[in-house]
């Protein structure tokens, strides 16, 4: 398993655009995720990773000022980045540019003040967030009304939080015309415990044992992925005993 640090290009906001549809060029058409990082100096960094068919990675960051962070959406380019703007925008308050799907909540609670801080935010403490939702009525979902049908033959199912059907809460407006489904609004967060927040009070040795709370069924790797994280940050190389052999497939 290859080891050390990735290089990242840093692209200004305004130019986001035009070097991720330049990258797309070169193969680089699968958005991996987009990770958003406090710098703690009054700037955010949002890091867009994408990668091709052949495993090959690229990653694009963009530093904005926190206060009135604005960064262009990349929907029309790579539909699946939505989700990620969603994400970023409530736990980072950063504001999103041409996205149509921005309205309410995606992962906090429908009941997360408006006019309260984004969680994320390193001047923010896990105790401020407690207060805030523990001063409101957090009772389930505050359902919403979809846009203008498709067509006159359109129809919006509701779907979930909870059904047989899904593996965790998520609830999901289906607009379907007949047997057919024209699209779909998503909504996640239901189960969301702010464990990125409970990680930055606490050591790193004890966040391997919170990592691993992730999923109950995948936290090996979890926990796994953060050590070699970690060791990476730190410059510490492992023993012998504690590495994948190269051939391992790991």
Excluded at 34 to 52: A, P
Excluded at 126 to 137: D, F, G, M, P, Y
Excluded at 213 to 240: D, K, N, Q, Y
Aim: negative net charge; proline residues 7%.
């Amino acid at each position: 398993m290859g080891r050390g640090r990735v290089e990242k290009e840093q692209v200004p906001a305004d130019k986001l655009q035009d070097s991720v549809t330049s990258a797309i060029e070169r193969g680089f058409s699968h958005l991996v995720t987009i990770t958003c990082v406090d710098l703690g100096d009054g700037n955010l960094e949002l890091i867009y990773h994408l990668s091709g068919l052949d495993g090959a990675t690229r990653h694009l960051s963009v530093r904005v000022n926190r206060e009135g962070a604005v960064v262009p959406s990349l929907a029309q380019l790579l539909p699946g980045s939505s989700f990620y703007e969603r994400e970023n925008r409530d736990l980072f308050g950063v504001r999103i540019e041409g996205n149509g799907s921005l309205e309410g909540r995606f992962i906090l609670p429908d009941c997360y003040p408006d006019f309260a801080p984004p969680p994320l935010l390193k001047s923010v403490t896990a105790a401020q967030v407690r207060e805030l939702l523990e001063s409101k009525t957090c009772v389930g979902e505050r359902y919403f009304s979809v846009g203008a049908p498709l067509s006159p033959e359109s129809v919006v199912v509701p779907f979930g939080p909870y059904h047989p059907a899904l593996k965790e809460p998520e609830h999901i407006a289906l607009v379907v015309e007949g047997e057919r489904i024209k699209k779909a609004f998503l909504r996640i967060g239901f189960v969301h415990r702010g464990i990125e927040k409970a990680a930055e009070s606490r050591t790193f040795l004890r966040d391997i044992f919170l990592l691993e709370r992730v999923c109950g069924i995948c936290s090996t790797h979890h926990a796994w992925t953060f050590v070699e994280a970690v060791e990476c940050l730190l410059g510490i190389e492992p023993p012998p005993e504690g590495r994948v052999p190269e051939d391992s497939g790991g």
